[in-house]
Structures are given as structure tokens and as C-alpha cells.
């Protein structure tokens, strides 16, 4: 950031996430976004950066990943004039879901969607705030192919690119704002 306080680059961003030593576990290295998203101009420069490449896309909807994935997906659904559908952990979402068990590195997890969420030939973007081993990611993706939409596009406002999760994402598009290589 300059000393008028504009942020102008991906490495001003980059001064906004803080590292968290042994989080949520020993040898973890967390990347916190949350100095980012309190930030309005940094918050703002992310979320433009991220749009303007689907302006004239027209996309329908903005598939968000519990729960940073919500305040990301929600802002480019905002500027896009899209419709945000929510991926939660199961118990969460009020209405029928359907769900998907998938394997994480160490277990398993679950999502839901709500069955009436999505439609055949809808197009969407799949949005989160860290794309780390892609797992969560790709059974977003196989829950809206349930219902026939189309996938648009991924996007992230960070990359974790050493856990090499874009690969377990091909052959869609990834649109990562940030990367860390550490």
C-alpha cells in the first residue's frame, strides 16, 4: 500500500493476510484474509479485481463455499447483478438438500445444497476465499453438475499453490487473486 493508503497491486494485498502459526493445528500455517476483508479499500480492490473478468459473462449465479467463501461469492454476486447459493456442512440449510460425502486428506466431509438451488443449463461460479488441496472445491463443482448447471469458472481470493489443488480442479478455469507458494 502506498502512503496515501491506495492499494494498487496483488502484493499490496498480499501485506493484508497474516500468517497464524500452528492453526488450527500444530504445523498448519493458517493464511488469515479477515486484516484483508476489514480493510474497505483492500476488501474493494479484491472484489474488482476478481469481477471484472466476468462482467459480460452473464452469469446467473455465485456458488459459495461455507463460510469466507460466503462474504467473497456474495460481493462478486452483488457486481455481477447474480443470484448467491449457499454450500454448507450438513444441518445447516433450512429447506430439502442434497448432499455429497467426499474424502479429505485425513476423512471425510459432507455438503448440501438445497435441492431447488440450481437448474439445468444455469451458468455459475464457484467461489471460495482459499483455494489450499481442492477437495472441497471440486464437490462443490460435482453438487452443481447435479443439477445440470454449468460451471463457469472457480474463483478464490487466495491460493495455497504448494498443496497443488488446481490440479485436482482440471479441467476447470481458477481464478486466484493471490498465490503463496509457502
Given at each position: 500500500?502506498?502512503?496515501?493508503?491506495?492499494?494498487?497491486?496483488?502484493?499490496?494485498?498480499?501485506?493484508?493476510?497474516?500468517?497464524?502459526?500452528?492453526?488450527?493445528?500444530?504445523?498448519?500455517?493458517?493464511?488469515?484474509?479477515?486484516?484483508?476483508?476489514?480493510?474497505?479499500?483492500?476488501?474493494?480492490?479484491?472484489?474488482?479485481?476478481?469481477?471484472?473478468?466476468?462482467?459480460?459473462?452473464?452469469?446467473?449465479?455465485?456458488?459459495?463455499?461455507?463460510?469466507?467463501?460466503?462474504?467473497?461469492?456474495?460481493?462478486?454476486?452483488?457486481?455481477?447483478?447474480?443470484?448467491?447459493?449457499?454450500?454448507?456442512?450438513?444441518?445447516?440449510?433450512?429447506?430439502?438438500?442434497?448432499?455429497?460425502?467426499?474424502?479429505l486428506e485425513y476423512g471425510s466431509a459432507t455438503l448440501e445444497i438445497h435441492k431447488d438451488a440450481l437448474k439445468k443449463g444455469d451458468r455459475v461460479i464457484v467461489a471460495d476465499d482459499v483455494l489450499a488441496t481442492g477437495g472441497t472445491a471440486l464437490a462443490t463443482i460435482d453438487l452443481v453438475?447435479?443439477?445440470?448447471?454449468?460451471?463457469?469458472?472457480?474463483?478464490?481470493?487466495?491460493?495455497?499453490?504448494?498443496?497443488?489443488?488446481?490440479?485436482?480442479?482440471?479441467?476447470?478455469?481458477?481464478?486466484?487473486?493471490?498465490?503463496?507458494?509457502?
Amino acid at each position: 500500500m502506498d502512503e496515501l493508503g491506495i492499494v494498487s497491486s496483488i502484493d499490496d494485498l498480499k501485506g493484508f493476510v497474516r500468517e497464524i502459526q500452528d492453526f488450527p493445528k500444530k504445523g498448519i500455517n493458517f493464511k488469515d484474509i479477515t486484516p484483508l476483508l476489514a480493510n474497505p479499500k483492500a476488501f474493494a480492490f479484491s472484489i474488482d479485481s476478481l469481477v471484472n473478468k466476468y462482467l459480460n459473462e452473464n452469469i446467473d449465479y455465485v456458488v459459495c463455499i461455507e463460510a469466507r467463501g460466503f462474504v467473497i461469492g456474495s460481493a462478486l454476486a452483488y457486481r455481477l447483478g447474480a443470484g448467491v447459493i449457499l454450500i454448507r456442512k450438513p444441518g445447516k440449510l433450512p429447506y430439502e438438500c442434497s448432499s455429497l460425502n467426499y474424502d479429505l486428506e485425513y476423512g471425510s466431509a459432507t455438503l448440501e445444497i438445497h435441492k431447488d438451488a440450481l437448474k439445468k443449463g444455469d451458468r455459475v461460479i464457484v467461489a471460495d476465499d482459499v483455494l489450499a488441496t481442492g477437495g472441497t472445491a471440486l464437490a462443490t463443482i460435482d453438487l452443481v453438475k447435479g443439477f445440470g448447471a454449468n460451471v463457469a469458472d472457480t474463483v478464490f481470493l487466495a491460493e495455497l499453490s504448494f498443496l497443488n489443488g488446481r490440479d485436482k480442479l482440471k479441467p476447470y478455469t481458477i481464478n486466484s487473486l493471490m498465490k503463496f507458494d509457502y
